[in-house]
């Protein structure tokens, strides 16, 4: 695996969306998984977001914060979207994971060589899962993902 790519809500967050009074989405993210994040792009890989969802600030600051490659918001078409960052990353579907937890994800992990599913995904997404972690998203369950991906770099 050379790019891991995530959803954002239910992924990276814990799925639940915060308003202000003034009706200012605000979103919690865990510092693990950042520095999971971290960790991969400091191991020389490469990584992005594709979300269904807007608060595009918010997520281009965590983005350019973690140097996440790759970012697609208001995403209509998952799969439009992967096909378009593996272009661009000059990687197969087969070198790239996808960790989401929700129906819109479904058409992306079929096609991704690891698919991953955070604990509390919807079943159909747990069924096409070929591993499911043992963090609920937005708790530390990309972290886990990434020191798995290491760890079976560091034995190969």
Wanted: net charge negative; glycine share 10%.
């Amino acid at each position: 695996i050379k790019l891991l790519l995530m959803d954002c809500d239910g992924v990276l967050t814990d799925g639940r969306l915060y308003y202000s009074a003034g009706g200012e989405m605000v979103k919690v993210f865990h510092v693990r998984d950042g520095q999971g994040i971290a960790s991969w792009h400091k191991a020389g890989f490469r990584s992005g977001i594709i979300t269904g969802r807007d608060a595009e600030d918010i997520l281009r600051q965590r983005a350019n914060d973690l140097g996440i490659d790759y970012l697609y918001v208001r995403s209509s078409d998952k799969v439009r979207d992967l096909e378009s960052i593996l272009t661009e990353a000059g990687v197969s579907a087969e070198e790239t994971a996808y960790v989401g937890d929700d129906l819109a994800d479904l058409p992306v992990l079929v096609r991704v060589g690891f698919p991953v599913a955070v604990a509390d995904a919807v079943p159909e997404v747990i069924a096409a899962a070929a591993y499911v972690t043992k963090a609920h998203g937005g708790h530390g369950a990309v972290r886990e993902v990434t020191d798995l991906l290491l760890a079976a770099k560091s034995q190969t």
